[in-house]
């Protein structure tokens, strides 16, 4: 018999073995020749921690909030699409599991379950992911029926204009399956049927979309908005300047452009750019809970999770997902048990040693 996971990457494991390749390799794989997919684990590996000693750590606590919404800890889950490949009850899993966990989802545009369904679900906090569509109608139906459904937040996607190169998929065939939310909201010729992602999304995804599609989502919305896929000071303080409630630094898990930094390596531009106007998420590659310690002492508000959730949901169902987040919650009190962290707001940035930080000194 098997033994159980004893941290996120097992999960991997075990999904690898469960999943069909194609679904597996949707799921894992990233754009072109994977370099940022690699660098976005690497990085992590070149912080190195400067932990304090002989601080009352026998309380420790990880509570926190983003826009109002408390947490248990700074760990929410990404929006990823297509669950039901991983698992039959796909985003509902999920949504259970980030109650259960007291956290926070953002549901993927391309969920399998409804918007519907995974609201009455339960009653975690949710957040919605969009793209800007062609078809800037459909942005606006689904817009009203997450507010109708109690979502809040809208959290926008901007690093894609077009679909990344994954060369996985492609080798697969791989094939976009039914998106139940768009049911009706396409002209027939594009809805999904049977066709590549790629072909998919450069049927529906606007790619003329820029800064003033921000003030137009705000327009037809009062919830706040957040963007997702910044990893630049320049776009940050643009981000800032149209009067977003949140910022986002992501490379897509590595699935869009590649040779992009890792996200954690792109964090701290994006930190001090902004200089605390607006929360900073930031997601990529986080698989232990001393990565998540590293992006806070770096200056990020909250992670989110992708990948591993997935895996725990293809190896366990909703409890899968639930003892990934939970496990990553441990570890992240652990690290901070053992860096002389008893709280969030303790945890500061010379807490950590970038790479940039060994070269400085040496100057
Ligand atoms: C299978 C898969 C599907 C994804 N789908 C979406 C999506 O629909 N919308 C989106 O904004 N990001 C999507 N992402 C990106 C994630 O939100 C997140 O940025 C990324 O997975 C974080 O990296 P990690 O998987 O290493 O944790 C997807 C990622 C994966 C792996
Ligand atoms: C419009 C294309 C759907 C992509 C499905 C989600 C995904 O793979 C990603 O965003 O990455």
């Known amino acids: 018999m098997e033994s159980d996971p004893v941290n996120v ?8 073995k469960i999943l069909p390749k194609m679904n597996y390799d ?9 370099y940022t997919l690699r660098e976005n684990i690497q990085a992590f590996q070149r912080i190195m921690f400067r932990p304090r000693v002989l601080v009352d750590v026998s309380k420790i606590d990880m509570s926190t909030s983003l826009l109002g919404f408390k947490m248990t800890a700074p760990i929410m889950v990404a929006p990823t699409g297509l669950l039901q490949l991983a698992h039959p009850e796909g985003e509902v899993a999920v949504a259970r599991a980030a109650a259960a966990c007291n956290t926070l989802m953002v549901l993927s545009f391309s969920s399998n379950c409804t918007i519907e369904d995974v609201a009455s679900s339960c009653d975690a906090i949710r957040f919605y992911q969009l793209y800007i569509y062609k078809q800037r109608d459909v942005c606006v139906k689904l817009v009203k029926r997450a507010e109708r459904n109690g979502f809040k937040a809208i959290v926008l996607t901007v690093d894609t204009p077009r679909l990344g190169r994954r060369e996985a ?4 065939k791989f094939v976009i399956p039914k998106l139940s939310n768009l049911e009706g909201l396409l002209s027939v010729e594009i809805e999904p049927k049977g066709g590549s992602l790629e072909a998919f999304a450069s049927a529906t995804l606007s790619d003329s979309l820029n800064w003033k599609d921000i003030e137009w989502l705000r327009s037809i919305t009062n919830l706040p908005i957040l963007v ?3 990893l630049t000071a320049e776009d940050a303080r643009k981000a800032v300047e149209a009067g977003v409630a949140g910022i986002i630094v992501s490379n897509h898990g590595a699935r869009q452009l590649d040779y992009v930094p890792a996200s954690i390596s792109a964090l701290e531009e994006v ?5 605390g106007a607006v929360p900073i998420i930031v997601d990529g590659g986080f698989r232990r809970g001393t990565d998540i310690f590293k992006a806070l002492a770096l200056g990020a508000n909250a992670v989110m999770i992708g990948r591993p959730v997935i895996y725990g949901l293809a190896a366990k169902g909703e409890y899968g997902v639930r003892q990934v987040i939970k496990m990553l919650q441990n570890e992240l009190e652990l690290t901070m048990a053992l ?4 709280s969030l ?3 500061t940035r ?3 040693q970038t790479e940039n930080d060994r070269l400085r000194s040496m100057l």
Not at 26 to 34: L, M, Q, T, V, Y
Not at 339 to 342: A, H, M, T
């Open 9 to 16: 990457n097992e999960f991997q494991e075990l999904a690898r």
């Open 26 to 34: 949707f799921f894992s794989r990233g754009a072109e020749d994977e």
């Open 169 to 172: 998929d492609m080798k697969n």
């Open 228 to 230: 997702k896929g910044i």
């Open 271 to 275: 930190v001090r750019a902004v200089s």
């Open 339 to 342: 860096s002389g962290c008893p």
């Open 345 to 347: 707001k303790d945890i």
């Open 350 to 352: 010379s807490h950590v």
